[in-house]
């Protein structure tokens, strides 16, 4: 009994361990492409030294972070000091564990996934909150304060974007609410629930506080924000736990609006049965890839909301759309308009 | 030999139970703020263990995510003085050891094992792995006790409203931007294009 709950809980422990690795790798490489996209966007070439074409490059960033010292104030809190990046990185790579990557790889498939992922993403502020406190510098905290009160205003916009996609797959599971949207291009969520789409993407670029929302770093007002007194591996870590959440932004936007793992020839006759042989987890890789992308484009592109602009846009004008849609898909799903509801 | 389920439960317990006391006990109240998000989280793990997934999660949610931060928040925000803080500490120990005390002693009464064993109180049949908590909880939450759930909802709705109207002070004198009409102002308004020769001719 104890003997196969044990072997069961190593497999899951191998399962996450190459998900972790895998997840370090995409983010190693996630800031190559964001140099690279961003230099050739502002007519530059972006890194190319190291290794062929500049690949080496995120290799020797890692090794020179790593090596570098780790410097604690001396008027900081050490304890909350110490924490703050490790709660960050934690619940950056806690979500991942409900996310279905394809028709039968998910690590762990509950029926709550979606509340799941939503719970750990709202904890991800703590990092934040406690790093800007612990440091105990001006900038530090004005990042934390500006931070928090971001990410409390967006998540609730955000959460309402998420209980549209609930109620029309009828589901808070995520392969329930990817097997929903099958069928094909036009049955996934992006066209039913556009408004919330475009409210779920809006507040998952400000959620993750990145351009054009990113007053919480500011460099040009806060230096860096609430990570301004972190050096070496500590600054990593906070570096990772940001750059894993935009990947998981986007992971989510595929899944929750742009059906997951199915493949986008579905229903297409020829198409259908000449791309049949690509797994899912191709579909799903190219579709966050674009998301991803698109985080890039907006920090080469867009310039940084003012503070109160930000509190407005949240505030006034994405939670009353959300409010007005959920009601919309309400009534959709009480009348089963087809051809997205029919199946609730 | 202990389950790991039981492992779990005793560890989660163990850690309730602890930092609630060390939330009573600690001298800075940003620690005593994260100490009782560590019993929140506790306390969602045992409740994930009486496969109540949907209140463990909104538990996490709401009050860790929500509640708790703007706890965080308004605690960094004060500078509270630790010696005060010490002496009422002292002052008011004997009645809150009393308090306390009674509280427990009212607990193992009513809980400890005269009462409330296994052959008063069966225990739970485990329930297939396909069971779903929240669906369970949705259709209850809207059948049987559907007046109950929008009587607390709409009281709630009533209290935000009546708590931001009684502290609202609409500002006096105070110079405000106007979004809309700084969206509809058109390039003829602010720019005129005036067409002269690019050289002065003598």
Redesign the interface.
């Given at each position: 009994m104890m003997m196969a709950e044990f072997v069961l809980i190593g497999t899951i422990l191998l399962k996450i361990i190459a998900m972790v690795i895998v997840l370090l790798l995409a983010v190693a490489y996630l800031t190559f492409m964001e140099r690279k996209v961003i230099g050739y966007m502002q007519q530059r070439i972006g890194p190319n030294r190291i290794g062929p074409l500049g690949l080496l490059q995120p290799i020797a960033d890692v090794v020179k972070l790593l090596n570098k010292e780790i410097i604690i104030p001396s008027a900081s809190n050490r304890f909350l000091f110490m924490i703050a990046p490790m709660i960050s990185i934690f619940t950056a790579l806690a979500a991942w564990a409900a996310i279905p990557l394809d028709q039968a790889f998910v690590l762990a498939n509950i029926n709550a996934g979606v509340l799941y992922i939503f719970a750990l993403s709202s904890l991800g502020v703590y990092g934040i909150l406690i790093a800007g406190w612990a440091s105990n510098s001006k900038y530090a905290l004005f990042g934390a304060m500006r931070a928090a009160a971001q990410s409390i205003s967006y998540e609730i916009a955000m959460g309402f974007a998420i209980v549209g996609v609930m109620m029309a797959a009828g589901s808070l599971n995520f392969q329930a609410i990817i097997h929903a949207q099958a069928g094909g291009i036009w049955h996934w969520y992006w066209l039913p629930l556009f408004p919330l789409w475009m409210v779920y993407w809006i507040s998952g670029v400000a959620e993750t506080n990145r351009a054009p929302f990113d007053v919480a770093e500011g460099e040009s007002e806060l230096v860096a924000g609430f990570h301004v007194e972190y050096s070496g591996s500590m600054f990593a870590l906070f570096f990772l736990a940001e750059y894993i959440n935009m990947i998981l932004i986007s992971t989510l936007a595929a899944i929750l609006f742009f059906g997951g793992w199915l493949s986008p020839f579905e229903g297409i006759p020829g198409l259908e049965t000449a791309f049949a042989w690509v797994p899912g987890v191709v579909w799903l890789l190219i579709k966050l890839a674009f998301f991803v992308f698109c985080y890039l484009w907006f920090r080469a592109t867009f310039p940084r909301y003012r503070y109160d602009q930000i509190m407005r846009l949240g505030w006034k004008i994405l939670i009353p759309v959300t409010l007005v849609w959920i009601v919309v898909i309400a009534l959709a799903v009480q009348w089963q308009v087809g051809p997205w509801f029919t199946g609730v | 030999?202990m389950?790991?389920a039981q492992l779990f439960f005793y560890v989660s317990a163990a850690v309730a139970v602890i930092s609630g006391f060390m939330v009573v006990i600690s001298k800075?109240p940003?620690?005593a703020v994260?100490f009782l998000?560590l019993a929140f989280f506790a306390t969602a793990g045992i409740w994930m263990l009486l496969e109540a997934?949907?209140l463990a999660?909104?538990l996490?949610?709401v009050y860790?995510?929500?509640v708790m931060?703007?706890f965080?928040?308004v605690v960094?925000m004060l500078h509270i003085d630790w010696i005060v803080h010490r002496k009422a500490f002292v002052r008011y120990l004997p009645v809150g050891l009393c308090v306390a005390l009674l509280t427990v002693g009212l607990s193992i009464r009513m809980l400890g094992p005269s009462h409330f064993n296994l052959a008063n109180v069966a225990a739970p049949a485990a329930k297939p792995a396909d069971y779903?908590?929240?669906a369970d909880l949705g259709a209850v939450l809207y059948t049987d006790y559907a007046y109950p759930f929008e009587i607390a909802a709409l009281l709630l709705l009533t209290a935000i409203i009546a708590a931001i109207s009684l502290t609202h002070r609409r500002p006096k004198g105070r110079k405000q931007q106007e979004?809309s009409a700084q969206i509809a102002v058109r390039r003829q308004d602010r720019v005129h294009l005036i067409k002269m020769p690019s050289e002065k001719k003598r």
């Open positions: - | 030999m389950s790991i800075n940003v620690r994260l998000v997934e949907f999660l909104i996490v949610l860790v995510g929500a931060t703007l965080l928040f960094m779903s908590n929240i979004v």
